[in-house]
C-alpha cells in the first residue's frame, strides 16, 4: 500500500472545495447554500493541514484555527439574515427571493 | 501691466459676473442686465484693445502671464497665458462676437434670464482663456468649459427636440475632446519638456525632432479628435443639428468661436511641432474638406428652414479653413486664420440675423416668407450683407481668407485640382446665400406671413438688435477693407512657425535634383496677398 | 500608536445621542490622524507584529482616506438612520469596525493578517448591508452579499493555501531559501523571493488567480460583478456609499500591494491578464449602466467602470520601475476625487424622502434644480466630478490616468478607456438632464407623486458637508497642490 502523500489531500481538498463550490452555484435551498460554503472552506482547511505536515512549518495550522472562527463568525451572520428573511418572505428558496433586479 | 490685467480680466471678469449669479447674489433684474453687459463688454474692449496694441514685429508672445505653481508642475502644466499673431485677432473676434451674443441675449426676453447670462458669461470666459491660453493642457480646459453650459443651455431654451440634440452633441464634443486630449497627452508624453506650453515644446523639438511615424500617429489623433470638434466631413452631422435647436446665442458662441478651438490648435500646435505629421495627413485632410465644401454644400442648398441654411454654411465654410491648412504652407495657413476670424464673425451675424427674421415672421421656414424687404429695409440690408460676406464677396473679411487660400491652393501643382473644385463652392454658396436673400426679402408676401402679420405687425430692426449686428458688420467690413491690420499680425507668427512645415513641403514637392531653399526668404516680408513665387521653375537656385 | 487608537471603536448603547458622539469621535480620529501624518512625517517604513503589519507613506494616506470616508459615511447615515427610525448604536459601531479592519487590511504584508482583515471587513459589511431589518430588500441585498462574499473568500483562501504549498515545501524554493528558522511562507517578502524565482510554477500561478479573482469581487470587476447591481440597489443608502468608497479603495490598494510585492515576480503573466479584465470591466460596466433605469444600480455599474479605470492605473504601476511610484499616487489622487464626487452623490440622494428609500428613479430628481437649486448643484458637480468633466477634479483624475498608462505603453487599455468615458457620459448627462431641465409634458394624466425633496429646508449641517465637499472637488480640479508635490 503506498503511503499517502500530500498529493492526496490536495486531490481531497480539491474535490471538497469543487463540490461546495458546485452547490453554491447549483443548490436553491439557502441552508444547503451556506453549508456548501463551510464544505468548500473545510476543503481548504484540509489541504492547509496538509501542507504544513509536509513541509514542517506550523504556519498552517495557525491559519487553520483562523479559518475556522472566520467561518463561525460568517456562518453566525448567514444564518442570522437567513431567519430575518424567512421571517420576511416565509420562504428560504432561492427563486422566491427576488424582489431586487431589474 | 495694464496690458496683463487686462488679458486676465477678460477672462476673470465673465466668470466673476457668472459666479455671482450662480451664487444668488444679485437679485435686481437691472442689475442682472448691467453686470451681463460689463461681464460681456469687458473681454470686447479688452480684445479689441490687446489687438490694436499687439506689435507684429515681436517674437513670440506678448502681454504673458506665467503662474507656476498649479499643482501639476511634473507634467508641466503652468498657467501662462498670452497673445500671439495667430491668436489676438482670434482673441478679437472672440470678444466682439461675445458682446454681440450677450446682448442678443439680453434683449431675447428669455425666461429665467439669471441663468442664461450665468451659463453664458461661463462659456465667454472659457472661451476668451481658450485664446489667451499658452499652455496647452489650460487651452484644453477652457474649451470644456463650455460643455456643461451648451448642455443646460439648449435643453432649456433650444428649439424642438432639444432634449436629445443636448444629449448628442455633448456626446460628440466629449468624444472629440477625448481623442484630442489623447493626441496632446501623448505630445506630452512623448517629447519631454520641462514645460507643457508651445515656446518650450517647439524648442524641444527642434533640439529633438519626433520619428515620422510617431509623428503622423499624434498628428492623426489630433487631427481626428479636432475634426469631430470643428465638424469635418464625416464627422459633422452634430454640428448642424445642434446649432438648429440651440438658441441663438448659443449658436453664435459655438459656431463663431468654439469651432474655431480646433483649428486653432491645428495651426499652432499641429502643424509647427510636427510638421512631417501634418504632410501625411495632407492628402486626407484635403480630400475630407472638400467632401465639406461640395457635399456639405450642396445639402445646405436643400435646406428650405434658415437657421439649419445657416447651420450647414457654416460648416461648409470650416471645410476652406480646412483647405488651408492641408495645404502645409505659410500661406495656407495665414489665410485660414483670416478666414476664421472673419467666417466667426460672418457666421454669428447670419444667426443674429435669423433670429430677428424668425422674430418678425414667426417662423424659420424660407417658404413661409417673402416681400419683407419693404417692411424692414434695415434688416434687409443687414442679412444682404452678411450673406454677402459669407459667400466672400470682396468688401468684406472672408474675401480674403479665401482668396489666401484659392492662391495656396495654387501653388502646388498637385494641389490645383482642389483649386478647381474648391471654386465650386463659391458657386455654391451663391446659390444658397442669394437664394435666401431673394425669399425672404423680395419677391410675393406669403399667405403664412401676411396672417403672421395681422397679429403682429412687422417692425424694422430696433435698436437693441441693431447695435450688436451693427458691431460685427463694422468688423467685418474693417477686415474686408483694410485686411493687412490683421494679416500683419498673422504675418510674422506664421512664417517664423511655418519655416519647418514650409521646408518640408518644399523637400517633398521638389524634384530632387533642387536644392530647398531656406525656410524664412519667401515670405518673410510679404504679406499673405502677395503670392510667393513658384520655386519649382526656378533654375536659378542650382 | 495611532494604530491602536481606532480600536477604540467599541460602543453599545443604541439610543438616537449614539450618532453624534460616534461623528464626534471620528472626526476628531480623523483630525488626530491627518495632522500626525502631516507633522511627524514617517519616512521609514515600520513593522510591527513581527513583520505582519507595515506602516509606510502610503498606508498613512490610505488610512485617512478611510477615516474620512467613515466620518462622511457617519454623518450620512446619522441623517438616515433618525429617519428611519432603526437603532443607530450597531450601526456606528459596525461602521467603526469595519474601518478598523479597513486600515488594517492596508497595513498587512502577511497573507494571515489579510484574510483576518478582510474578513473582519467583510462580515461588518454582510451586517451593514441587511441593516435595515424591516426591508426584504435589504435583507436580501445582504444574503446575496453574503453568498458572493464567502465564496470569493473562499476563492482567495485556496489561492492562498496553493502559495502555501509551494512556499512550505523547502526544495521549491532554489536559491533564496531563507534557512528553517526565518522562514515564514505566508508572508509578502519571502513569497516575493520565491514567486521571482519560480515564475513558471503552475500551481503558483493558479494560486495567484485565484487570490486576484478573490480581489476581484471586493473591488467589482468583471466577470465578478454581478452582485453589485443588487447590493447597490438594496443597501441602505448610506452603506451603499461606504460599499462604492470604502470598499473598493481597499480592494485596490491591497491589489496594488500584491501585484507590487509579492506578484511582482509573475508581471508578465498578470499584464495581459488585467489587460483584459479591465478591459472587459470597463465595457461591461459602462453598457450595463446605460440600461438602468434605478439610480443605485446605475450608480453601482458606473461604480464597476471606475473600478475598470482604477485596474488600468494599477496595470501601469507594474510596468514601472521599483521608485517611480507615479501610477500609485494617480491611483490615490482618483480614489480621493472618486471620494469626494461620490458622497456629494450619494449626499444628496440621502436628502429624499422617497417612500421606498431603494427605487431612486430618474424622474424622482425632475426640475431639482429648480426645486432646491444648492441641492442641484452639488449633484451636478459631484456627477460632472464623476463623469471627468473640466473644471472638476475627476477630469484632472482622468487627465493623470490617461498620461500615466500612456507612458506605460498601455494602449489598448487606454483606448478602452477614452471609449468607456464617452459611454459614459450617456447616462451621466442624462442624469444631469433631469436635474436641471424641465420635464416635457407627458400626455397621461400622471397623479401628482408626493415631492421627494419638500422637506429640504431642515438640512444645515448636511448643507455645509455637502457644499466643502463640492468646493473642494472644484478646487482640486485647478490646483492639486500637496497631490502634485508627490510627483
Known amino acids: 500500500m503506498e503511503t499517502v502523500t500530500p498529493h492526496h489531500f490536495m486531490v481531497l481538498s480539491s474535490l471538497l472545495f469543487g463540490i461546495g463550490f458546485l452547490g453554491v452555484v447549483i443548490r436553491r435551498n439557502l441552508l444547503v447554500l451556506l453549508m456548501s460554503l463551510e464544505l468548500m472552506l473545510n476543503g481548504i482547511n484540509v489541504a492547509l493541514v496538509a501542507f504544513s505536515r509536509s513541509g514542517s512549518n506550523l504556519d498552517g495550522s495557525l491559519f487553520v484555527f483562523f479559518i475556522m472562527t472566520v467561518a463561525a463568525a460568517e456562518v453566525a451572520v448567514g444564518l442570522a439574515l437567513l431567519v430575518a428573511l424567512y421571517k420576511k418572505r416565509k420562504s428560504i428558496f432561492s427563486e422566491d427571493i427576488n424582489l431586487l433586479g431589474n | 501691466m495694464l496690458d496683463q490685467i487686462l488679458l486676465l480680466g477678460s477672462i476673470a471678469v465673465p466668470l466673476a459676473v457668472s459666479l455671482s449669479f450662480f451664487a444668488g447674489w444679485v437679485r435686481d433684474d437691472e442689475w442682472v442686465v448691467k453686470l451681463a453687459c460689463l461681464g460681456f463688454g469687458f473681454p470686447c474692449v479688452a480684445g479689441i484693445l490687446l489687438f490694436i496694441k499687439f506689435d507684429g514685429t515681436v517674437d513670440g508672445y506678448c502681454f504673458e502671464i506665467l503662474y507656476e505653481k498649479m499643482g501639476l508642475q511634473e507634467l508641466g502644466i503652468t498657467f501662462h497665458l498670452g497673445l500671439n499673431g495667430v491668436s489676438s485677432p482670434l482673441f478679437a473676434m472672440a470678444g466682439i462676437v461675445g458682446l454681440a451674443a450677450g446682448l442678443a441675449a439680453v434683449f431675447s426676453g428669455a425666461k429665467r434670464l439669471k441663468l442664461y447670462l450665468a451659463l453664458l458669461c461661463f462659456m465667454q470666459s472659457g472661451l476668451m482663456g481658450l485664446f489667451a491660453s499658452v499652455d496647452l493642457f489650460f487651452y484644453y480646459l477652457f474649451h470644456e468649459f463650455a460643455l456643461i453650459p451648451t448642455f443646460i443651455m439648449i435643453g432649456l431654451w433650444g428649439g424642438r427636440n432639444r432634449r436629445g440634440i443636448a444629449l448628442e452633441i455633448t456626446i460628440y464634443l466629449t468624444l472629440g475632446a477625448l481623442v484630442s486630449l489623447g493626441g496632446l497627452v501623448a505630445l506630452n508624453v512623448m517629447v519631454d519638456a520641462p514645460k507643457f506650453d508651445f515656446p518650450t515644446l517647439s524648442q524641444a523639438l527642434s533640439d529633438i525632432a519626433l520619428h515620422d511615424s510617431t509623428q503622423a500617429k499624434i498628428f492623426g489623433l489630433l487631427l481626428l479628435g479636432f475634426g469631430i470638434l470643428v465638424a469635418l466631413f464625416p464627422f459633422h452631422t452634430w454640428a448642424p443639428r445642434g446649432y438648429e435647436a440651440a438658441p441663438t446665442p448659443v449658436s453664435m458662441l459655438h459656431a463663431g468661436v468654439l469651432k474655431k478651438f480646433g483649428l486653432y490648435g491645428l495651426i499652432q500646435i499641429g502643424a509647427p511641432l510636427l510638421p512631417e505629421g501634418a504632410l501625411f495627413w495632407s492628402p486626407w485632410l484635403l480630400w475630407l474638406a472638400l467632401g465639406n465644401v461640395l457635399f456639405v454644400g450642396m445639402v445646405t442648398i436643400a435646406q428650405g428652414n434658415l437657421k439649419s441654411m445657416v447651420g450647414y454654411g457654416s460648416v461648409m465654410h470650416m471645410g476652406y479653413c480646412f483647405l488651408g491648412i492641408g495645404v502645409c504652407s505659410s500661406l495656407g495657413a495665414g489665410s485660414a486664420v483670416m478666414l476664421m476670424a472673419a467666417h466667426g464673425l460672418s457666421v454669428s451675424l447670419m444667426f443674429l440675423l435669423s433670429a430677428s427674421i424668425q422674430r418678425r415672421s414667426g417662423t424659420y421656414e424660407m417658404g413661409q416668407m417673402g416681400g419683407m424687404a419693404g417692411k424692414t429695409p434695415i434688416l434687409a440690408c443687414f442679412f444682404v450683407a452678411a450673406s454677402l460676406a459669407t459667400i466672400g464677396l470682396p468688401g468684406f473679411g472672408n474675401f480674403w481668407g479665401e482668396f489666401g487660400v484659392f492662391l495656396s491652393l495654387g501653388e502646388q501643382p498637385s494641389h490645383r485640382i482642389f483649386l478647381g473644385l474648391a471654386a465650386l463652392g463659391i458657386i455654391l454658396s451663391a446659390v444658397f446665400g442669394l437664394r435666401a436673400v431673394a425669399r425672404i426679402f423680395f419677391g410675393p408676401q406669403s399667405e403664412e406671413l401676411t396672417a403672421h402679420e395681422n397679429k403682429n405687425p412687422i417692425r424694422d430692426l430696433g435698436l437693441t438688435e441693431a447695435l450688436p449686428a451693427g458691431l460685427i458688420l463694422a468688423a467685418l467690413l474693417l477686415l474686408g477693407l483694410w485686411p493687412r491690420g490683421i494679416s500683419d499680425r498673422i504675418n510674422k507668427e506664421i512664417t517664423d512657425r511655418y519655416a519647418k512645415v514650409d521646408h518640408a513641403t518644399l523637400s517633398l514637392f521638389l524634384p530632387p535634383c533642387c536644392p530647398v531653399p531656406q525656410g524664412g526668404e519667401e515670405s518673410n516680408q510679404t504679406t499673405p496677398l502677395q503670392v510667393s513665387p513658384p520655386v519649382v521653375l526656378e533654375p536659378e537656385e542650382r | ?487
Not at chain 3, 180 to 209: I, T
Not at chain 3, 268 to 292: D, K, M, R, W, Y
Request: aromatic share 14%.
Open chain 3, 1 to 487: 500608536m495611532i494604530l491602536g487608537l481606532e480600536l477604540f471603536g467599541m460602543k453599545d448603547s443604541s439610543s438616537g445621542r449614539t450618532g453624534v458622539i460616534a461623528i464626534f469621535f471620528q472626526s476628531v480620529l480623523f483630525v488626530g490622524h491627518l495632522l500626525d501624518y502631516l507633522f511627524w512625517h514617517h519616512s521609514a517604513a515600520l513593522n510591527f507584529f513581527s513583520d505582519m503589519i507595515s506602516q509606510g507613506l502610503q498606508a498613512e494616506v490610505m488610512r485617512s482616506f478611510f477615516l474620512l470616508s467613515s466620518l462622511l459615511v457617519s454623518i450620512i447615515g446619522h441623517r438616515y438612520l433618525c429617519r428611519k427610525g432603526l437603532k443607530s448604536g450597531e450601526f456606528h459601531h459596525l461602521t467603526m469596525l469595519a474601518t478598523a479592519g479597513l486600515m488594517l487590511l492596508c497595513q498587512s504584508n502577511h497573507f494571515l493578517m489579510l484574510f483576518v482583515a478582510l474578513e473582519t471587513v467583510a462580515l461588518c459589511f454582510y451586517t451593514l448591508v441587511a441593516y435595515n431589518r424591516d426591508s426584504a430588500k435589504s435583507l436580501e441585498a445582504g444574503i446575496k452579499y453574503l453568498i458572493f462574499g464567502a465564496l470569493s473568500s473562499a476563492l482567495l483562501l485556496f489561492g492562498i493555501v496553493l502559495l502555501y504549498g509551494v512556499g512550505a515545501n523547502p526544495e521549491a524554493w532554489g536559491a533564496s531559501y531563507p534557512g528553517h528558522e526565518f522562514m515564514d511562507p505566508l508572508s509578502f517578502q519571502y513569497l516575493g523571493n520565491l514567486m521571482s524565482e519560480n515564475p513558471d510554477n503552475l500551481m503558483l500561478r493558479a494560486g495567484v488567480v485565484l487570490i486576484l479573482a478573490g480581489i476581484a469581487f471586493k473591488v467589482g470587476a468583471a466577470p465578478f460583478q454581478i452582485w453589485v447591481p443588487d447590493v447597490y440597489h438594496g443597501s441602505p443608502l448610506p452603506i451603499t456609499a461606504f460599499l462604492g468608497v470604502s470598499s473598493k479603495a481597499a480592494g485596490f490598494f491591497v491589489l496594488l500591494n500584491l501585484v507590487n510585492g509579492p506578484f511582482e515576480g509573475m508581471s508578465e503573466f498578470l499584464l495581459p491578464l488585467l489587460g483584459f479584465v479591465a478591459t472587459f470591466t470597463i465595457f461591461f460596466g459602462n453598457l450595463a449602466a446605460c440600461a438602468q433605469r434605478n439610480v443605485k444600480r446605475m450608480l453601482g455599474l458606473s461604480g464597476v467602470a471606475h473600478a475598470g479605470y482604477l485596474l488600468v492605473a494599477v496595470m501601469a504601476s507594474m510596468q514601472f520601475a521599483g521608485d517611480d511610484d507615479r501610477a500609485i499616487w494617480v491611483l490615490f489622487f482618483y480614489l480621493f476625487v472618486y471620494l469626494l464626487a461620490s458622497f456629494c452623490v450619494f449626499g444628496v440622494m440621502g436628502l429624499a424622502d422617497l417612500p421606498d428609500e431603494n427605487e431612486h428613479e430618474f424622474s424622482h430628481y425632475e426640475d431639482l434644480a429648480k426645486k432646491s437649486p444648492w441641492a442641484g448643484f452639488v449633484l451636478v458637480s459631484g456627477i460632472a466630478s464623476l463623469a471627468g468633466i473640466p473644471p472638476f477634479a475627476g477630469f484632472i483624475a482622468k487627465l493623470l490616468l490617461i498620461s500615466v498608462a500612456y507612458e506605460a505603453k498601455l494602449y489598448l487599455s487606454l483606448t478602452a478607456m477614452v471609449i468607456g468615458v464617452v459611454i459614459s457620459i450617456y447616462y451621466y448627462f442624462g442624469w444631469m438632464r433631469a436635474i436641471a431641465l424641465p420635464r416635457p409634458a407627458s400626455f397621461e394624466d400622471v397623479e401628482d407623486a408626493p415631492d421627494p425633496w419638500a422637506g429640504l429646508s431642515k438640512t444645515g449641517f448636511m448643507k455645509v458637508v455637502l457644499v466643502l465637499l463640492t468646493v473642494a472637488s472644484i478646487v482640486l480640479g485647478f490646483w492639486q497642490g500637496p497631490f502634485g508635490d508627490v510627483f
